[in-house]
């Protein structure tokens, strides 16, 4: 039997398109797990405004701001194997108990013993067009709670701030301290890195199923942030915005975080 040339090429063509649409085609979501930050200054819940607080030193004072980037998640499964979630960036701000629990999205089943995570931006993501930065890396995302300084500094990862009575009183009367930390290495120039990554056993497993998406419940204490591998004091320091001299306040807000229990539900 003769075939048709013609016929033959427009066979080909179809074969092409359909298998190219095929692997378009989205993968459809897998199971989630929930990372809730809960904030909070020694056995008290964070709350904004003017509940007071001590710190170790015995200084009082109140929060009006804390937010900070998570990014980076990895999770080790009990037989060793690392699975990564480099895409997935979220940010806390204290201001909005909406952000206090993100989600990881399409996490393969298996049973975790261990979680991962950086405070922060990592330089790639930093450092790469603006027009790939969406969601909470969306500079003008968070209106007048800025958290970006500019292209070679980058984000602010971690910012700090409220009033304490030990502070100097400024020109208005107010007795206001700020802590804002970033610093990725740099774009044009070479920069303070204070890049900060977290790793903490899960003292149990957290259990991940199609019919089971896992909460793993983080305790982020604030005094650990005046006292953990440099005392900081807020009569001595009520500031820094300086990357270069920020290297010991992350430090200290790396050992804030502990796992408190996990949610296998």
């Not at 067009?129 to 209106?143: C, E, F, K, M, N």
């Not at 602010?156 to 030990?166: A, C, D, N, Q, W």
């Not at 896992?214 to 807020?234: D, E, G, Q, R």
């Amino acid at each position: 039997m003769k075939i048709n040339p013609l016929f033959l090429l427009l066979f080909a063509f179809c074969t092409t398109v359909f298998t190219a649409c095929k692997n378009e085609e989205p993968e459809p979501d897998g199971p989630s797990l929930t990372l809730e930050f809960d904030n909070r200054v020694g056995a008290q819940k964070l709350v904004l405004g003017t509940t007071p607080y001590k710190n170790d030193f015995g200084e009082e004072f109140s929060v009006t701001t804390l937010n900070y980037f998570i990014s980076n998640v990895s999770l080790k499964k009990t037989d060793g194997t690392v699975i990564k979630f480099p895409d997935q960036y979220f940010l806390i701000r204290q201001a909005d108990s909406e952000t206090w629990e993100p989600k990881l999205k399409n996490v393969p089943e298996g049973d975790y013993s261990e979680v991962s995570f950086m405070v922060g931006v990592d330089s790639l993501k930093s450092a790469s067009p603006i027009a790939g930065r969406t969601g909470v890396l969306d500079t003008y995302a968070y209106g007048e709670d800025n958290m970006w300084w500019g292209w070679n500094s980058g984000y602010i990862f971690f910012k700090f701030e409220g009033t304490s009575p030990v502070v100097p009183a400024n020109g208005a009367g107010l007795r206001p301290f700020q802590y804002h930390v970033g610093g990725y290495g740099g774009y044009t120039n070479q920069a303070p890195n204070n890049i900060r990554t977290v790793t903490l056993p899960l003292n149990g497993t957290a259990t991940v199923r199609k019919s089971i998406s896992p909460t793993i419940h983080f305790v982020v204490n604030l005094h650990k942030f005046f006292n953990s591998t440099t005392a900081l004091k807020l009569q001595e320091t009520k500031s820094v915005h300086d990357p270069s001299v920020a290297a010991p306040l992350a430090n200290n807000y790396v050992n804030m975080f502990t796992v408190d229990h996990i949610h296998n539900d």
